[in-house]
């Protein structure tokens, strides 16, 4: 007797672990950076609806969070764009780049008291609305440095990066 199995890894399935790697690297650095998450936690079911929609029907370019110090300053700037492919290896990658991530955030500049977050996404073309999403306006990153993570997570369809613009 002979018996086959096949897997196949859909792109729901990448929507919903590129939205966990989103949104749980943006847990942590705002952990680290001590600013409150209260918002966050409360939309949390909103904004992970939102991404993995997006990310799912490929219209996600950016997820990216602002931090408004209360100077007016918004620094730090961190984007995690998403790119898609029609394949790819996800468990691997996605371990791998934890480590780092959490190496990354050690370097992180600090923020004074009373810095809050926002965040935006952008598109790439035409996408579904989402309840609690709108326009926005986002902050200019003119000026700040860079540094680009490269791979945050990854799995077949699609991958995400991060990149960290600073003083």
């Known amino acids: 007797m002979t018996s086959a ?3 196949s890894y859909t792109r729901t399935h990448t929507a919903t672990h590129l939205t966990d790697v989103i949104l749980g690297s943006i847990v942590d650095i705002l952990a680290d950076l001590g600013i409150n998450m209260d918002r966050l936690v409360r939309d949390w079911v909103e904004n992970e609806n939102a991404i993995k929609a997006w990310i799912e029907e490929g219209s996600l370019d950016t997820v990216v969070l602002e931090c408004h110090q209360p100077s007016g ?17 996800g468990n ?8 780092r991530l959490a190496r990354f955030r050690a370097k992180l500049d600090r923020v004074p008291n009373g ?10 073309g035409p996408r579904t609305p989402q309840p609690g999403w709108g326009p926005g306006q986002r902050a200019s990153i003119g000026g700040l440095r860079s ?3 490269g791979t945050l997570g990854s799995a077949p369809h699609a991958s995400t990066g991060m990149r960290y613009h600073h003083t």
């Open 92 to 99: 691997a990658e996605f371990t791998a780049s934890r480590a």
């Open 73 to 89: 300053a918004v620094v730090p700037v961190i984007e995690f764009p998403v790119s898609y492919t029609t394949s790819g290896d």
């Open 115 to 124: 810095t809050t977050y926002r965040l935006f996404c952008t598109f790439n």
């Open 5 to 7: 199995y096949t897997y």
């Open 147 to 149: 540094i680009t993570f």
